[in-house]
């Protein structure tokens, strides 16, 4: 197991965010993202740049899967278990920022 995915669980409230240390570029509606640190390269298809794009600035997941709902035909949890996968999947790959509030 990678101890970053276990470090961070992205949940409906996590805020994310683009990480500063990335470059990216649209490619015909797709993304390809640069991480500056690692040199590695990383492709995202439609919707995958369109989560990109969204979170550019801090956004919440539930913000995230509300708009993906209105812009798609996709049932609600399925948008949010596959929004949550990317997630997780970019943050491993050191791409975003995530911070869990805790209710007080």
């Known amino acids: 197991m990678n101890s970053k995915t276990l470090e961070r669980n992205i949940l ?19 993304a390809v993202i640069l991480n500056i640190k690692s040199g590695t390269y990383h492709g995202l298809n439609e919707v995958g740049a369109r989560i990109w794009n969204l979170i550019q600035k801090p956004k919440t997941v539930k913000d995230i899967t509300a708009i993906l709902l209105e812009e798609y035909e996709v049932e609600a949890e399925q948008c949010e278990r ?14 975003i920022n995530v911070t869990n509030e805790t209710a007080a």
């Open 12 to 30: 409906k409230d996590s805020i994310v965010v683009a990480s500063a240390e990335q470059i990216s570029s649209d490619l015909g509606g797709e």
């Open 82 to 95: 596959d929004a949550i996968a990317l997630l997780e999947d970019l943050f491993g790959a050191e791409l």
